[in-house]
């Protein structure tokens, strides 16, 4: 029977900190893509609501 022993592969530190930087970039540019989005839906309708405020018949009663 042969075995195999597969040895983890040297990491070295500058590795480990180009992955976290990437991962910090990667992460920071979905938080900026969310408050993105969030600020187009927030203001899409504000827009409805004004409209709508302008368009509605006044109530006279």
Excluded: C
């Excluded at 983890?8 to 992460?27: A, C, G, Q, S, Y």
């Excluded at 920071?28 to 609501?49: H, I, T």
């Amino acid at each position: 029977m042969v075995r195999f022993h597969l040895a983890p592969l040297p990491i070295t530190n500058r590795e480990v900190v180009r992955d976290m930087w990437k991962k910090l970039f990667i992460l920071v540019g979905l938080v900026g893509a969310a408050v993105f989005v969030a600020k187009k839906v927030k203001d899409a309708n504000d827009e409805r609501a004004l409209w709508h405020e302008a368009t509605t018949a006044p109530d006279l009663r």
